[in-house]
Every structure is written in structure tokens, then in C-alpha cells.
């Protein structure tokens, strides 16, 4: 464990451990130091004191800047009451959560870390109706070759299915998508891992309901589930006639590790 000042700033950089680094940045400095990646999921300085907060903790894939009202003494924890921390993650990795926290009066950190997601659906196959398939794009776009939306007309009442392969088994975090409608639909998600005996067993995950006016709709739900997810199958219902456009599916998945999180306070 070392500490090291960034030549020309009011930063300091700390080493936790391993690769963990975390870096204080000072108002007066007119140039803000990032943190360095972390790279293992290890736990920093946790102890609480009257007078601050303890490290506010991070996860795998994440950087975590800390930002301090005063200058602290010589970079030490704990940090005092007011201190920002704002999280962010490598790319492809997006924010799953509130990136920024606050150490607050009873010397706690609001809110919870948040975890980096990877859209595990990038260039997997999408079962439509009718055995149709599509595939999705870097972003979750859906292509049909034709149209970048897939388009399905039904009556009030009647349902259909999108299934998504992942090829391989993944810790599933959240689920997304964008569909393009005039008029109320749900959707019941359920996620599906396989047997010993090579058997999909089904595993509920969530209902996606969209009552409002706007066309476009984005809506999501959690999937957190222990075990690992190889398919995952979405069972649309629409409340009125009409047509629902499909056009965007991000299966947001976190590393197994997540379900052994660092204390955040």
C-alpha cells in the first residue's frame, strides 16, 4: 500500500489493493484526475470513524472517483461528510444503478454501488413468430434485413413470442426493450437455464406492462436470478387492436461475482 501525488493537481491517488486505485480530487483543481480501472473484486478500507466515511466501495469492471468538499489529511479515510463519489465502467460495460453516491451526516453512503452490464443479445438469433428469425445488432437494434423493426399485427387479446438464444450461460442482471405502439400492452418474461439432462427449465423473471400514450416505449425489468440463463422468452399481449413494432432487446448481464457485493457502508 502506497501513496502517490499527481504532479501538476490537487489529486491523490491511492492504491488499495491489488489494482483497485481510488483518486480524492480537490475543488481548486481545474483539471479532475480519473481513477484508474479496477480489475479484481476485493474490498477496500470498510472501518467507520466519528468523523467520516468509510471507502464507498466498487465492483468488477468499475472506476469510482472521489470528490471531497475540503482538502482531506494527506488523502487518509475516513472521508468527510459531503464527499462524492461517481462511478462509471469500461466500455462495452454500461451503468446499472445511480453512478453517483454521497457520504451523508450519519456518516453512510446513499444509495447502493451500482453493478456493469454487458448486452449479452449483441449478435445472438431472435426466434419470431411463425419460426421467422431475426438477429441483433452491436446496439440491440433488431434486423430483419427489410426493416430495422419487427412488425406484428394481431387483435385485442390475442399474444405472441420472441425468443432470444444466448448461446452460452449468463448471470442475467435487467432486461430492456423498445417497442414502437399506439395503444396498451404486457409482456410476461420468463428466463430459461438448462438441466443436467439437457432440459430448459424455466425460471420467471418479470412482466413488462406499457398503458401510455406515447408511441415509443422503453421499459424494463430485473432478472436476477442465481442461476445462469441460457434462453429467455418474452410473451407479448396486446389490450387493443392494432400493431406492435419491435425494435430493440438489451439483455443486460453482470459477472457472476455480483451476488458476493463489498459492503457499501
Known amino acids: 500500500m502506497f501513496m502517490e501525488s499527481m504532479a501538476g493537481s490537487n489529486s491523490v491517488c491511492r492504491l488499495i489493493l491489488f489494482q483497485i486505485w481510488i483518486c480524492l480530487l480537490f475543488p481548486s483543481n481545474s483539471h479532475a484526475q480519473k481513477a484508474l480501472p479496477s480489475h479484481q473484486n476485493v474490498q477496500g478500507p470498510h472501518h467507520l470513524s466519528k468523523h ?10 468499475s472506476k469510482v472517483t472521489l470528490q471531497q468538499p475540503v482538502s482531506p489529511d494527506g488523502g487518509r479515510f475516513p472521508l ?23 457520504c451523508r451526516p450519519d456518516l453512510t453512503w446513499s444509495g447502493s454501488m451500482p453493478f456493469c452490464g454487458l448486452n449479452v443479445a449483441m449478435h445472438k438469433p431472435l ?25 406484428h399485427s394481431f387483435s385485442a387479446g390475442s399474444t405472441f ?10 448471470h442475467i442482471h435487467s432486461l430492456r426493450i423498445l417497442a414502437l405502439a399506439d395503444f396498451a400492452w404486457t409482456a410476461n418474461v420468463t428466463l430459461q437455464y438448462v438441466s443436467r439432462n439437457n432440459i430448459p427449465v424455466d425460471v420467471h423473471c418479470g412482466r413488462l406492462d406499457y398503458a401510455g400514450t406515447e408511441q415509443t416505449a422503453a421499459v424494463s425489468v430485473p432478472c436476477r436470478k442465481i ?18 413494432r419491435l425494435c430493440e432487446v438489451n439483455v443486460l448481464s453482470v459477472d457472476g461475482t455480483f451476488l458476493f457485493t463489498l459492503n457499501s457502508n
Do not use: M
Open 52 to 61: 467520516g466515511c468509510s471507502f464507498p466501495g466498487s465492483r468488477l469492471n
Open 80 to 102: 468527510p461528510v459531503g464527499t462524492t463519489a461517481v462511478y462509471s465502467c469500461e466500455e462495452p460495460y454500461i451503468t446499472l444503478g445511480e453512478a453517483v453516491r454521497f
Open 127 to 151: 426466434i419470431l413468430p411463425a419460426d421467422r428469425f431475426a438477429w441483433l445488432t452491436n446496439d440491440g437494434v433488431i434486423s430483419t434485413r427489410a426493416r430495422d423493426c419487427y412488425a
Open 161 to 170: 413470442t420472441w425468443k432470444i438464444d444466448l448461446t452460452e450461460n449468463f
Open 227 to 244: 442461476v445462469p440463463i441460457r434462453f429467455l422468452r418474452i410473451d407479448f399481449t396486446l389490450l387493443s387492436n392494432g400493431r406492435l
